[in-house]
């Protein structure tokens, strides 16, 4: 199993009035670095196009525990927390890692995949699931157990 990290630095953009990393920048980080992870894995955005299917988030919490400011060096991980066994439905965890290796924030999204021409959701295809399969789980991972439609 792979473990997933990021190194990244905090530039002025993406401060705040109280000379700290705004809020929303937490989101764009992670959102960047689950994007980096699954083009190397092979599922860029000419793939998602190709299969008509997107990732969407129902939830994205971020939960902030130590200040980032200008020029700070932070390591990002990804972890999936939950999924179901076809990964149809997904939850991943961040950590925002300071050099002194306190966690500064972590962030948890919970989502799933649209099909972008029925605009409903949907299964992924193998390759998709293959990505998937790759990534490392939390010590708490949980098989979400859905129940069959009657």
């Not at 919970?110 to 699931?129: E, H, S």
């Not at 790759?134 to 010590?139: N, Q, T, Y």
């Amino acid at each position: 199993m792979q473990h997933f990290t990021r190194s990244m630095q905090v530039r002025w953009s993406d401060m705040d009035a109280n000379r700290h990393l705004r809020h929303s920048v937490y989101y764009d980080y992670g959102a960047a670095m689950r994007m980096m992870v699954l083009s190397e894995g092979g599922l860029n955005l000419r793939k998602l196009e190709e299969f008509e299917v997107g990732p969407i988030l129902f939830r994205e919490e971020a939960i902030f525990k130590r200040e980032l400011r200008l020029d700070d060096k932070i390591t990002l991980d990804v972890v999936m927390v939950k999924s179901t066994e076809d990964f149809a439905r997904w939850s991943l965890r961040h950590h925002f890692i300071k050099e002194d290796g306190a966690i500064a924030a972590v962030v948890n999204i919970d989502g799933a995949w649209m099909d972008l021409v029925k605009r409903k959701l949907t299964v992924p295809n193998q390759f998709i699931q293959s990505i998937f399969s790759m990534f490392p789980k939390s010590e708490d991972y949980e098989l979400i157990v859905t129940k069959e439609k009657k």
